[in-house]
Nanobody, 115 residues
Framework: QVQLVEAGGGLVQPGGSLRLSCAASGFTFSSYAMSWHRQAPGKERELVAAISSAGGSTNYADSVKDRFTISRDNAKNTVYLQMDSLKPEDTAVYYC????????WGQGTQVTVSS
């Protein structure tokens, strides 16, 4: 069965760092592009970062560019989101997304940035 399991969320102070991971199983991970989305209370879900199936191409939302880095390890079937210089407005539930012929979503992990 297809499964995407996010981990690494939690409470961090403004200016701090956090690394999220998403472990995939049940499909051919290396054939899928991957992305991270987030949703804050009362707001629409938005794309944060995306990476191509082989990891050769990435793109980011303007709000996180130069602060966040998406990467993947196809040998481990895992995609990561390194978040640096975190701001309170980064507080949201972060979701892992796999897309190709099919589309799969993880259950999300909470990130809270607060002093």
């Amino acid at each position: 069965q297809v499964q995407l399991v996010e981990a690494g969320g939690g409470l961090v102070q403004p200016g701090g760092s956090l690394r999220l991971s998403c472990a995939a199983s049940g499909f051919t991970f290396s054939s899928y592009a991957m992305s991270w989305h987030r949703q804050a209370p009362g707001k629409e879900r938005e794309l944060v970062a995306a990476i191509s199936s082989a990891g050769g191409s990435t793109n980011y939302a303007d709000s996180v560019k130069d602060r966040f880095t998406i990467s993947r390890d196809n040998a481990k079937n895992t995609v990561y989101l390194q978040m640096d210089s975190l701001k309170p407005e980064d507080t949201a539930v972060y979701y892992c997304h796999a897309y190709s012929r099919n589309n799969y979503w993880g259950q999300g992990t909470q990130v809270t940035v607060s002093s």
